[in-house]
């Protein structure tokens, strides 16, 4: 297979292509395209042969479910068996927006995008090109994220082509996403409602809409999982990567030792140069870091790094999904 680079308008996607690469899904393949969190990779997901697919291109396990994608709230009604109070409060806070929903589903969502379970994953993203592709679709969109599993979600075309180039049948390049980090997951099934994974949607903000809200799975372990981003090891670069809170110690270490070393600090801690170190600096709020972390990541693997340090940003609300992307990343 060629998969076919089209670059497209961000703010102001061009009819036709959006037809193209709707026509495309409407046919069983396979497209990435832009949100405002990461490139997603999409198929029909009420097409079950096409779902597969997507699993068969990103090498994912099938027991790892996929986000589905809607339009707006209309469209993910159709998706459920059951639409609370809580989860309309939610969408019509954040949507279109990275928050996803866990809810109860119909029997119009094939198991395959479920995992084999009884609930899906639903949220409305705000990019243009993601909202117009779904409009042009009619029909909602499975895509994770368009990388090959547990390694490093893409927030460029380049990237995707990295890992997907021949197994996909098209990319709309519309530029850096700009969020950096994949969207909030939040189950509702439970109650209180649950943090599955920490995303650009802060605890803070959802408790603001919705009340307290726990934090981490709470269901048996042999049950299918509710959301992805749960495995111990995802959003990995190549390199070997650990993160500390006094990092220089632990690159001069590995220098001492040969290693060609790739380095992460934010600007607080700003480093003065070390020789033979790779370093990407990155910004002291949590929302900038979030933004720029992946494509440094990416910058580091693309340098050919044996290791990656990283040194630890401030805790708090606002840097959970950082953390949990960090801590995953690190995970061997």
Known sequence: MQTERVAIDPLHPAPEIIARAAAVLRGGGLVAFPTETVYGLGANALDERAVQSIFAAKGRPPTNPLIVHVPDLAAAVTLVSDMPAPARAL?????????????????????VVTAGGPT???????????????????????????????????TTADHVLSGLDG?????????????????TVLDLTVSPPRLLRPGLATRAQIEAVIGPIGHGPDQNPSAPLRSPGMHERHYAPRAALDCQADSRPRVEQLMRQGVRVGWIVWSPTAPEALAGAIIERLPADA???????????????????????????????????????????AHS
């Open 91 to 111: 969408a019509d806070r954040f949507w279109p927006g990275p928050l996803s929903l866990v809810l109860l589903k119909s029997a119009r969502v094939p198991d």
């Open 120 to 154: 899906v994953a639903l949220r409305a993203p705000a990019h243009p090109v993601a909202l117009a592709l779904l409009q042009a679709c009619g029909f909602p969109l499975a895509a994770p994220s368009a990388n090959p599993s547990t390694h490093l979600s893409p």
């Open 167 to 183: 197994k996909i049948d098209m990319v709309l390049d519309a530029g850096p996403a700009a969020g950096g980090l994949e969207s």
């Open 287 to 329: 929302a900038g870091y979030a933004a720029g972390l992946y494509a440094a990541l990416h910058r580091l693997d693309q340098a050919n790094v044996s290791h990656i340090v990283v040194d630890l940003p401030p805790a708090g609300d606002a840097w959970l999904a950082v953390h949990d992307r960090l801590r995953r990343a």
